[in-house]
């Protein structure tokens, strides 16, 4: 008999689409995860405040609580950290990917390095990449 696999909660699948679920929710040992129904592992915010608030409240060692909570101790400090610096929100994660602005060039930089025209196509790579190795040391050089 063929069995079925079972569909994801609603709130598992809420967690992976706003990148707030733990990648490793088997790795949390604390009983008060396994056993109620209140702390869900799959939640990595609310371990991660659950995990400062025994080391702060409670006087867990940090080794204790990194392993009970299944992160490592470098892990820890960088929660605690983010904690400090933004509260709340500093537990939920940063933003993955480059940031959004990275592939805007200097604006001094002549229009031709900046955009592509159609004899830019037909000349040789040599070419292009002469004109472009040229703006880039002028523009270093009036950055100066």
Request: aromatic share 6%; hydrophobic share 30%; glycine share 4%.
């Amino acid at each position: 008999m063929i069995r079925r696999p079972l569909k994801p909660d609603p709130k598992h699948r809420a967690l992976k689409q706003s990148g707030t679920a733990n990648p490793r929710p088997q790795s949390v040992r604390d009983p008060a995860f396994l056993e109620g129904d209140f702390f869900d592992p799959h939640d990595l915010t609310q371990v991660k405040y659950e995990m400062l608030r025994r080391v702060r409240s409670e006087g867990q060692s940090v080794t204790k609580a990194s392993a009970t909570f299944g992160v490592s101790r470098p892990t820890f400090y960088k929660v605690q950290a983010d904690f400090d610096r933004n509260g709340l929100v500093g537990l939920l994660p940063a933003k993955r990917g480059p940031p959004a602005n990275r592939t805007r060039l200097h604006p001094r930089l002549p229009a031709s390095s900046r955009r592509r025209s159609p004899a830019a196509t037909m000349s040789t790579p040599r070419d292009s990449l002469n004109t472009s190795a040229s703006a880039l040391v002028s523009w270093c050089i009036s950055a100066r």
